[in-house]
């Protein structure tokens, strides 16, 4: 079970932290994802940081490439998604979700199979 907090209203330009608590299966070997939906599109990958077992890396989309950073702490069965730099196109529906795919589709929202609730992110002009 995932479960997304820390979504809210936020002025452009500012920054908000999204955590996503995991429960009830081995949190060390899922590759750990964040999607977005924004309103009227469809769900579309934000940033991944990849079991420890393949080396912990993170992976982002180019749109927040250099404004978001992705952890996660294991011991804790966490990840976190901080964001900086928040733009209007930014506010969308946050979701984490866990993955076992290879990393080359670490990407591919297809490939995961347990999502959160998602956590919602406004973001005013």
């Known amino acids: 079970q995932l479960v997304e907090s820390g979504g809210g209203l936020v002025q452009t330009g500012g920054s908000l932290t999204l955590s996503c608590a995991a429960s009830?299966?081995?949190?060390?070997?899922?590759?750990m994802g964040w999607f977005r939906q924004r309103l009227g599109r469809e769900r579309e990958f934000v940033s991944a940081v990849s079991r420890p077992g393949s080396g912990g890396a993170t992976f982002y989309a180019e749109h927040v490439k250099g404004r978001f950073t992705a952890s996660r702490d294991n011991a804790k069965n966490t990840v976190t998604l901080r964001m900086n730099s928040l733009k209007p196109e930014d506010a969308a529906v946050y979701f984490c979700?866990?993955?076992?795919?290879?990393?080359?589709?670490?990407?591919?929202?297809?490939?995961?199979?347990?999502w959160g609730q998602g956590t919602e992110v406004t973001v005013s002009s």
């Open positions: 979700a866990a993955s076992q795919i290879a990393l080359s589709g670490i990407r591919n929202s297809e490939y995961y199979y347990n």
């Open positions: 009830g299966a081995t949190f060390r070997n899922y590759h």
